[in-house]
């Protein structure tokens, strides 16, 4: 999930939130279903048609899918959370809450309802909230996408004003996961801000390395060069931002 608030009519540079299809920065979706068959009314194929529809960015049946499957058990907390998933989608801030928390009440160790309603919340400009459910997702050890996890609280804990919660929950992530490329741009982003140009080049290179160059990394690259006073680095970066297509790049900052 490379993962916005609302501008007051999470728009902006570097936005967590990436495009919601079955989920939320973090997790998968279950393959498609055919219609339920010897299995009709059963609330888990209902709901394993109803995200596989959700995938497909098929709202309506989606949510007659999701709605039979909640017919049959209220309590399905994966079919809970699809459902918020699809209010957040339409714009449904208040319902798509709702369902989140029923989700997370019926239960309560869904990891991945808890990121996607952490997601949910960051869109929404919750900040604070968002970090805490990715403080308790953070927990769960076993959860398969726990580097991506600390990625976004750490990115969570800057955009609160919280430069050191965010540095350890980033380099926790490259312990986790040392070749997840984003955690080393956040790094570097943050080290820039810092003014500990040294260590923001280190994690710049490694992430080029790791994710090969784009507008993003040229960018930031270019600056913390500058920054050095590298001139010959800087316009060696700038060249290449200038025949990526774009003039000054967007560096992710939360």
């Not at 902006?12 to 997790?27: D, Y």
């Not at 957040?88 to 809450?97: I, K, M, V, Y």
């Not at 960051?122 to 308790?136: H, K, P, S, V, W």
């Not at 297509?245 to 967007?250: F, L, P, R, T």
Request: proline share 4%.
């Amino acid at each position: 999930m490379t993962l916005r608030h609302r501008r007051p009519a999470f728009a902006g540079r570097g936005a967590l939130i990436a495009t919601l299809l079955c989920t939320v920065w973090l997790g998968g979706c279950a393959a498609p279903a055919s219609q339920p068959r010897d299995q009709e009314g059963s609330a888990e194929a209902y709901t394993r048609l109803g995200t596989a529809y959700l995938e497909r960015n098929n709202l309506p049946r989606a949510t007659r899918a999701l709605n039979n499957a909640l017919e049959a058990d209220p309590n399905d907390a994966e079919a809970l959370q699809a459902m918020a998933m699809i209010f957040q989608r339409q714009g449904e801030a208040t319902l798509a809450s709702k369902y989140f928390q029923r989700a997370l009440d019926a239960d309560p160790d869904s990891t991945r309802a808890r990121n996607n309603f952490a997601a949910f919340l960051y869109a929404e400009g919750r900040i604070r909230e968002a970090c805490d459910q990715l403080a308790i997702a953070s927990e769960d050890t076993q959860y398969a996408n726990r580097a991506q996890l600390f990625a976004n609280l750490g990115q969570c804990q800057r955009k609160l004003g919280h430069p050191e919660q965010a540095r350890e929950a980033l380099e926790r992530a490259k312990v986790i996961n040392p070749r997840m490329t984003r955690s080393y741009l956040l790094l570097a982003q943050l080290d820039y801000a810092q003014g500990d140009l040294a260590r923001a080049w280190d994690n710049i290179q490694a992430h080029m390395r790791l994710a090969g160059i784009n507008p993003e990394n040229l960018a930031l690259a270019r600056d913390i060069a500058k920054a050095r006073g590298d001139t010959e680095q800087a316009e060696f970066y700038a060249r290449q931002l200038a025949s990526s297509g774009s003039s000054d790049g967007s560096r992710g900052t939360p």
